[in-house]
């Protein structure tokens, strides 16, 4: 755009202008709710009819007339598609049993079909079709498309001041709700036109390019062209009295146009924000690559509902917040480029999106940076379990686990970033994405892993076992003592969940005195490990993982030597201690802790009486090293305590 810079100033100048727009726990948990629409009805999760994976879709004319104004859709899909199969007598479609199938037409002929229980489409063709032969079909029907119980579905009608609307969110399993489809995550159309016929009054927003307006009668007729592979749940529209205008954003490969379809009570806030999104672009197209759609457009249609949704060149959005427009966009790169192949896999869409945000706010709203990691990190240390690798396909809160699949999986590639380094990173991801297998097609984890180990030269089977398959986090506890110039580290680790006995990462230890600082990585192998590092300052402060690459909690860093500065008004005898402790002080004694070298307390004693000395049965402890905290009537000390 021409006032990219003039943008820039804005960003660095007044963040928090920016950021008054961004995603609050509420947007979020629309995005959530949004993007788990096409669940919420199905007790048997239709993952796509298993005999559609014998035929390869080519092409797709996808016609529908639809009235905001009435909840019901008609339409006529036309397939092309290639048999893969020889013996290929009949073929399949995903289709609710709440949609009317009036006629299949072949060759002008109309064919037999069946809808089969659990949303499948039958239909028998007149004879067996040759092995890898191009061929169509055309599916006629219409309906009401089945309504969740929870108001919820993927064929929605709405309003917004008094104006009606209807759209479409499909993902993941809903595409079938209001077309015939092939629902699956192996099998991209390799190109769609989307004709949408409505009464004049309204228009049409949908996907690719918008080639033609035809107008018959009282109704319009929007064709929209998509010269790209897409999946099922991907396709969508929105039809109502959208107001149109067009931002350009400048990239690396050329224009761009991006066309916002708004309400017309919202266009003039829209309009003034909607730029804002170029350096999001801009940022992205230098990390990871050409944005993938670059022939067509980019575009945002506003519907009624919290949250949005990565349609394919076409985001649904409720709003555009910083936040929002970030990670709707990011999508066009993961999720739509490169979509994972399987539902259990869904991070590789919502981890990178989320992540993607997240580095906006780097970039952009510095000021912010550290909050939305701290956030992120909290929400995904709430509790002690869960996995990146979804477990659970058919229930909806476990795909779209904002704490998992979301968070996680961004800070899994947090992690990934900090431990290959950020030019071995980035450049394994863009590897990824320009995988010509992978590029406009379907993805697993491990093809990801692949190319990260490939440029960075590291096996990382051990980390996607511990941050990917494991569930939960770990604590550390170091305890740290400087000699001179020599530092030394004992670094202890505890897990949340057992299903990770130990995860290995590389940790930053920040220390810092006299004026002078430095960072110290150390390879974290096991727990109990120690090590050493020269420091040529005297070290009053020590801090672990200060830029919150790891995800972690419940930190503890004990200085031995402040431990040993003692009161001489409290002393402990004998030590090394076998079965008792004796503790004295001239003061009075108020409470004995003993702590395990991990920080777990052991024993806690309390005196009730004002004594000077006390004898503590410490028996039961494993022999070892041990902290002993000792509370008096004025002062807390500390005391190394070994026990044999």
Not at 103 to 132: D, E, K
Not at 178 to 200: A, E, G, M, N
Not at 411 to 426: A, D, I, Q, S, V
Request: one cysteine or more; aromatic letters at 14%; proline letters at 5%.
């Amino acid at each position: 755009m021409k006032n990219a810079a003039l943008l820039l100033v804005i960003f660095f100048f007044f963040p928090n202008t920016i950021f008054s727009q961004t995603f609050s726990e509420q947007d979020f948990d629309n995005l959530l709710l949004n993007e788990s629409k096409g669940f919420s009805k199905y007790k048997h999760i239709n993952k796509g009819v298993p005999q559609a994976s014998n035929y390869d879709l080519k092409f797709a004319k996808l016609e529908w007339e639809v009235n905001p104004e009435i909840y019901y859709i008609k339409g006529k899909i036309t397939f092309h598609f290639i048999p893969l199969i020889t013996n290929f007598n009949d073929i399949y479609f995903d289709c609710s049993n709440a949609l009317t199938i009036d006629s299949v037409v072949y060759n002008s002929n109309t064919l037999s079909f069946n809808q089969l229980s659990g949303n499948i489409l039958q239909i028998a063709l007149p004879a067996t079709l040759p092995l890898n032969t191009l061929d169509s079909i055309t599916v006629f029907y219409q309906g009401a498309p089945v309504v969740s119980p929870n108001g919820f579905g993927s064929f929605e009608q709405g309003s917004h001041n008094n104006d009606s609307i209807i759209w479409t969110l499909s993902e993941p399993y809903g595409a079938l709700d209001w077309w015939p489809c092939k629902q699956d995550l192996t099998d991209k159309i390799d190109s769609i036109s989307v004709l949408i016929t409505t009464p004049s009054q309204y228009r049409a927003a949908s996907h690719g390019l918008l080639v033609a307006e035809t107008i018959v009668g009282s109704s319009t007729t929007y064709h929209w062209k998509h010269n790209y592979p897409i999946a099922a749940y991907l396709i969508s529209l929105t039809v109502t009295n959208f107001s149109v205008y067009v931002d350009t954003v400048t990239l690396s490969t050329g224009l761009l146009p991006v066309v916002n379809y708004v309400f017309p009570e919202d266009s003039l806030s829209w309009a003034s924000t909607t730029p804002s999104i170029e350096p999001m672009f801009q940022l992205f197209d230098t990390l990871f690559g050409a944005y993938p759609f670059m022939n067509e457009k980019y575009g945002h249609a506003q519907y009624a509902r919290g949250g949005g949704m990565e349609h394919q060149t076409m985001s649904s959005m409720n709003n555009v917040s910083f936040s929002l427009m970030a990670h709707e966009l990011a999508h066009q790169w993961f999720g739509n480029k490169v979509t994972c192949g399987s539902w259990e896999e869904i991070w590789l869409n919502e981890g990178f999106a989320t992540y993607l945000t997240g580095l906006a706010h780097k970039h952009f709203a510095p000021t912010f940076w550290w909050a939305w990691r701290q956030q992120t990190l909290d929400n995904i240390v709430s509790l002690p379990d869960g996995s990146v690798f979804n477990t659970d396909t058919s229930d909806v809160s476990r795909t779209f686990s904002g704490r998992l699949t979301y968070r996680k999986g961004a800070y899994l590639l947090r992690m990934l970033e900090w431990k290959l380094g950020e030019n071995n990173f980035f450049q394994g991801v863009r590897n990824y994405l320009d995988d010509p297998n992978l590029a406009y097609n379907y993805a697993k984890t491990s093809d990801l892993k692949t190319h990260l180990e490939t440029v960075s030269g590291q096996n990382l089977t051990e980390f996607f076992n511990d941050w990917y398959f494991g569930e939960g986090h770990p604590s550390y506890q170091i305890s740290w003592s400087q000699t001179g110039n020599s530092v030394a580290f004992n670094v202890n680790q505890t897990q949340s969940h057992p299903s990770v006995s130990f995860f290995e990462m590389p940790i930053p230890i920040y220390v810092k005195g006299q004026g002078q600082d430095t960072t110290f990585v150390f390879e974290h192998q096991f727990s109990g490990q120690q090590f050493t590092a020269s420091v040529p300052f005297a070290i009053d402060s020590v801090f672990f993982d200060p830029e919150l690459w790891l995800i972690s909690s419940n930190t503890l860093i004990t200085s031995i030597e402040k431990i040993e500065q003692v009161s001489p008004k409290v002393t402990v005898y004998p030590n090394p201690a076998f079965s008792t402790l004796n503790v004295s002080t001239n003061e009075y004694l108020k409470e004995i802790t003993v702590f395990n070298i991990e920080g777990k307390q052991e024993i806690q004693t309390t005196l009730l009486f004002e004594i000077n000395n006390y004898e503590l049965d410490i028996s039961q402890l494993a022999a070892g090293n041990y902290i002993v905290e000792i509370r008096t009537n004025t002062t807390t000390v500390k005391k190394k305590l070994t026990k044999r």
